[in-house]
């Protein structure tokens, strides 16, 4: 019988910690996610069955810390050549159980990337945050605010708009920034958030790179007030709310690198960002595969399983196909940020355009996969039972965040087109 | 003009009584859903069971095309199914899943109570049901789940007919339902295919078994619940339709409902992106979503597909309003156009919500903005119509003669 680990994954550039880590994430979510995640949807403001897995995985198992040096009781895979690969195949993994849980595990590490991966480290911060997630069995969450009330595509359209539409500010008073705004929809957001990783301005309006500041605030810190958790389609394992930051007062050293340097490698975060979305979605299809074969092969139609009917039969290849291709292109595109000895920074231009491109023909495919695997289960494709109408629900969003299609559209077009204006 | 009034439709198929009701429809969608949703947000059932009272008793849906005779309004003539277009497309702007309740009971009723073949056995027996002035006849259909395979097996003996099924998964309303409209294989006809039959079933018959609600994707008027007839009884008269053409008859009906409720959707999810086109201003470029190119074009193909859905449920509904001209709604040829329609239509949602999701991004995600509901909706339309795969059998059969099952 076939299963999910038949789709290819390119076998010569795994991590050296593939087989252990994937063994150990696929029992987690085997065991703490996958039965219980039907009630999700309901437990989106308590995370009363969230929150127990979540523990497990990032606080017990540690996968909070996999960034960190290790001699602060980290696991150091921020300084090693592997740690793109071996994210996606963690988030792929996650997601396969429930893409929610899949970014908000892969958005503890999201602002952290910043401060913790080579050649960018930034010491001085690693040790100041470490504790926060080093140092309990309890899950930790980071969050990375970038979205605002007026839109969270021109923040991230940083090579055209370059920050001039961020209205959250950052005024150097002393040896303190002072951040004044209003953020929403991070991921880890709705009240859980430790650590903010915030996009700020030093100077509103301004498209100098050197204004762009990215500056972490400690969620106890006076002025940091954040919302409830929003009520949307799906991703129930997310929780996402309003930020307000009035007067609130940071170390200086907590802007994390500098004039010019926070853009740059806030780049590298968004082709990140892009990449992790394929391995939410690839995860997800993975599932999705599961609960369908399971289906289509109980399921009888004049007196065959259902997927021995011809023209469903070429329905289940064409899904089979995108499960594989997104797979392969989800994989090169981790080891092309490995490898940048090869590929450039991966913060360059030619990265970040690349994994746009990725991120959306993903997107794209599952949003068709997801809708066609509903549509063969009848009826029941509808019903929480079979599980894909999650995967559909939670789905749509990896589709819509970081900009959505249009931008990724614009930024595919302007580096293989050079376009000047788009 | 009101905002969907723009979208083209056959005006003069209207009656001045299917304007009137749109209007009051429409009234009916602004004030009591559309107006209170938003106080209601985290608890948007609350705001259906009065609304529907409000619709289906107040207004007095359910005795529409119900029989003067029997306690209705008497609009029992297949003309109803364009009063039935114009009347789903308000409902479910305001919400799908209401609509989908009322296709169901008005494609029951197509089959038990049309002018001139009327059932007067079944008529008389959902007389109390359909003409009350305070019992909600919330009506659940039992369908093949894949193509021409009943879910339900019917057996008449001694005058009575006895279902039987096992866990059978309705369209909708397991839970509530006040009447069963269960097709069944066994109606035993030689012919082959032909013996298929439609039973309505009294809720309160013997035998019926219903499980727990289950959870779904959308559809929140609808508590669905899976449900078991053991040895069911019902007279031999409440058969409602007996062999293929009439039960697709019955379905055809279906189909026009399906298809009009996804159309009202797409009202709602025009006038949401529409807001937000008009207002919303990519600040790096200066533009309101409606003035950039990129965006505009995707706004465009959500106007095509309204548009051009809108149109064919409208000559669906002259179709089938038009036996006289066209032939019987479950004449193969209307069938297969009803199951094409309702099929082209919902997959055309799909694409049209999905793209104005993307324009608003997570406000399109957020229950807040409301458009995520009709998406969730409007696909458990699409789903309820079986896989596609097996549907273009029917269509290949009919244009080709394709043997193909
Ligand atoms: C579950 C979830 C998790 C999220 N996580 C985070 C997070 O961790 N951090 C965070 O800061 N935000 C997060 N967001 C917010 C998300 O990233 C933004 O919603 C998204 O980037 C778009 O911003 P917006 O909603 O403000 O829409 P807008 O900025 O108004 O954009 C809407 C649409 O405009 C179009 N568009 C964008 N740019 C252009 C252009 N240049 N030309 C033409 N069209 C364009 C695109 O279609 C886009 O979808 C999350 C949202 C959700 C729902």
């Known amino acids: 019988m076939r299963t999910i680990d038949d789709f290819t994954r390119p076998l010569e550039y795994l991590s050296p910690m593939d087989a252990p880590l994937r063994k150990v994430v696929r029992e987690w979510a085997d065991n703490e996610v996958i039965p219980h995640r039907r009630k999700f949807d309901e437990d989106y403001e308590e995370h009363k069955l969230i929150e127990p897995a979540f523990d497990k995985l990032m606080g017990e198992y540690g996968m909070q810390r996999v960034l960190f040096p290790s001699d602060l009781g980290g696991w150091g895979m921020g300084g090693s050549n592997y740690f793109a690969t071996a994210a996606y195949m963690l988030c792929e993994e996650v997601s396969r159980a429930d893409s929610g849980m899949g970014v908000a595990f892969a958005v503890v590490h999201w602002p952290l990337l910043l401060i913790c991966v080579e050649p960018h480290v930034n010491r001085e911060l690693c040790e100041e945050f470490a504790p926060i997630f080093c140092s309990t069995t309890k899950a930790r969450f980071a969050a990375n605010a970038m979205t605002e009330p007026q839109g969270g595509a021109d923040i991230e359209n940083m090579d055209i708009v370059r920050g001039s539409t961020i209205q959250t500010t950052a005024v150097l008073d002393g040896d303190e920034w002072v951040i004044n705004g209003h953020k929403l929809w991070p991921t880890n957001s709705g009240g859980v958030c430790d650590l903010f990783g915030v996009v700020c301005t030093t100077r509103a309006g301004s498209n100098d790179p050197d204004d762009f500041a990215f500056i972490f605030v400690p969620a106890?810190?006076?002025?940091?007030?954040?919302?409830?958790?929003?009520?949307?389609?799906?991703?129930?394992?997310?929780?996402?709310?309003?930020?307000?930051?009035?007067?609130?007062?940071?170390?200086?050293?907590?802007?994390?690198?500098?004039?010019?340097e926070d853009l740059k490698y806030f780049k590298e975060m968004v082709a990140l960002g892009n990449t992790m979305s394929v391995a939410f979605a690839g995860g997800a299809l993975l599932n999705v595969y599961e609960r369908l074969y399971e289906f289509v092969t109980e399921t009888t139609y004049k007196g065959q399983p259902l997927k021995e009917h011809d023209a469903v039969a070429g329905v289940l290849a064409d899904i089979a196909t995108d499960i594989e291709v997104i797979r392969v292109v989800g994989y090169q595109n981790a080891r092309m940020l490995d490898r940048t000895d090869l590929y450039g920074p991966r913060w360059g231009e030619e990265l970040v355009a690349k994994s746009r491109a990725y991120k959306y023909y993903t997107c794209d495919r599952a949003m068709d996969v997801t809708g066609k695997a509903m549509n063969l289960l009848s009826n029941y494709g509808a019903d929480r039972d079979w599980d894909i109408e999650k995967h559909w629900r939670d789905l749509k969003i990896v589709q819509l965040w970081l900009g959505g299609k249009q931008l990724g559209q614009a930024e595919v077009a302007r580096f293989f087109f050079d376009l000047e204006t788009v | 003009m009101s905002e969907h009034e723009i979208f083209p439709c056959m005006y003069e198929w209207l009656t001045d009584m299917d304007v009137s009701l749109a209007g009051n429809l429409r009234r009916w969608a602004d004030n009591e859903v559309m107006a209170r949703r938003l106080e209601l947000k985290e608890s948007y059932e609350q705001l259906l069971e009065p609304a529907m009272r409000q619709l289906f008793l107040e207004i007095g849906l359910q005795r529409l095309l119900w029989p003067e005779k029997y306690g209705g309004d008497g609009h029992n003539s297949?003309?109803?199914?364009?009063?039935?277009?114009?009347?789903?497309?308000?409902?479910?702007?305001?919400?799908?899943?209401?609509?989908?309740?009322?296709?169901?009971?008005?494609?029951?009723?197509?089959?038990?109570?049309?002018?001139?073949?009327?059932?007067?056995?079944?008529?008389?027996?959902?007389?109390?049901?359909?003409?009350?002035?305070?019992?909600?006849?919330?009506?659940?259909?039992?369908?093949?789940?894949?193509?021409?395979?009943?879910?339900?097996?019917?057996?008449?003996?001694?005058?009575?007919?006895?279902?039987?099924?096992?866990?059978?998964?309705?369209?909708?309303?397991?839970?509530?339902?006040?009447?069963?409209?269960?097709?069944?294989?066994?109606?035993?006809?030689?012919?082959?295919?032909?013996?298929?039959?439609?039973?309505?079933?009294?809720?309160?018959?013997?035998?019926?078994?219903?499980?727990?609600?289950?959870?779904?994707?959308?559809?929140?008027?609808?508590?669905?619940?899976?449900?078991?007839?053991?040895?069911?009884?019902?007279?031999?008269?409440?058969?409602?339709?007996?062999?293929?053409?009439?039960?697709?008859?019955?379905?055809s009906w279906l189909y026009l409902g399906v298809a009009a409720s996804t159309?009202?959707?797409?009202?709602?999810?025009?006038?949401?992106?529409?807001?937000?086109?008009?207002?919303?201003?990519?600040?790096?470029?200066?533009?309101?979503?409606?003035?950039?190119?990129?965006?505009?074009?995707?706004?465009?193909?959500?106007?095509?597909?309204?548009s051009v859905s809108r149109m064919l449920t409208c000559d669906l509904g002259?179709?089938?309003?038009?036996?006289?001209?066209?032939?019987?709604?479950?004449?193969?040829?209307?069938?297969?156009?009803?199951?094409?329609?309702?099929?082209?239509?919902?997959?055309?949602?799909?694409?049209?919500?999905?793209?104005?999701?993307?324009?608003?991004?997570?406000?399109?995600?957020?229950?807040?903005?409301?458009?995520?509901?009709?998406?969730?909706?409007?696909?458990?339309?699409?789903?309820?119509?079986?896989?596609?795969?097996?549907?273009?059998?029917?269509?290949?059969?009919?244009?080709?003669?394709?043997?193909?099952?």
């Open chain 2, 78 to 251: 297949p003309k109803a199914a364009v009063t039935m277009v114009a009347a789903l497309e308000q409902v479910s702007r305001g919400d799908t899943s209401i609509a989908l309740l009322l296709s169901s009971m008005w494609a029951l009723q197509s089959c038990m109570a049309m002018e001139g073949k009327e059932n007067h056995e079944a008529c008389e027996a959902f007389a109390e049901l359909f003409g009350s002035q305070d019992t909600l006849a919330i009506t659940s259909l039992v369908l093949p789940l894949f193509r021409d395979e009943p879910q339900a097996r019917a057996k008449l003996a001694k005058g009575a007919w006895s279902v039987e099924a096992k866990s059978a998964r309705p369209l909708a309303s397991g839970a509530d339902a006040a009447v069963f409209g269960v097709l069944c294989s066994g109606a035993g006809s030689d012919i082959p295919g032909d013996e298929v039959c439609v039973i309505a079933l009294p809720a309160a018959a013997k035998g019926i078994k219903r499980g727990k609600p289950f959870l779904k994707t959308g559809m929140a008027a609808d508590r669905n619940a899976p449900v078991s007839f053991d040895k069911a009884k019902a007279p031999e008269g409440l058969c409602v339709a007996r062999g293929l053409e009439a039960c697709r008859g019955m379905l």
């Open chain 2, 318 to 405: 002259r179709v089938l309003s038009e036996p006289g001209i066209y032939g019987p709604a479950g004449e193969e040829g209307n069938f297969v156009l009803a199951e094409m329609v309702a099929n082209t239509v919902t997959l055309s949602a799909e694409k049209a919500i999905g793209g104005a999701m993307e324009m608003m991004a997570s406000a399109g995600y957020a229950t807040e903005w409301n458009l995520e509901r009709y998406w969730r909706d409007t696909k458990t339309l699409q789903v309820c119509l079986g896989p596609y795969e097996l549907a273009k059998m029917d269509y290949a059969r009919y244009f080709y003669q394709s043997e193909a099952r």
């Open chain 1, 220 to 260: 106890d810190t006076p002025g940091v007030t954040q919302g409830p958790p929003y009520q949307k389609a799906g991703m129930a394992a997310d929780k996402n709310g309003d930020i307000w930051f009035e007067n609130v007062r940071v170390p200086r050293p907590y802007r994390a690198h500098g004039p010019g």
């Open chain 2, 263 to 306: 159309v009202g959707a797409l009202f709602a999810a025009y006038e949401i992106l529409k807001e937000w086109g008009d207002n919303r201003v990519i600040k790096g470029k200066g533009q309101t979503f409606k003035n950039n190119p990129l965006t505009s074009s995707v706004m465009a193909e959500v106007a095509r597909e309204i």
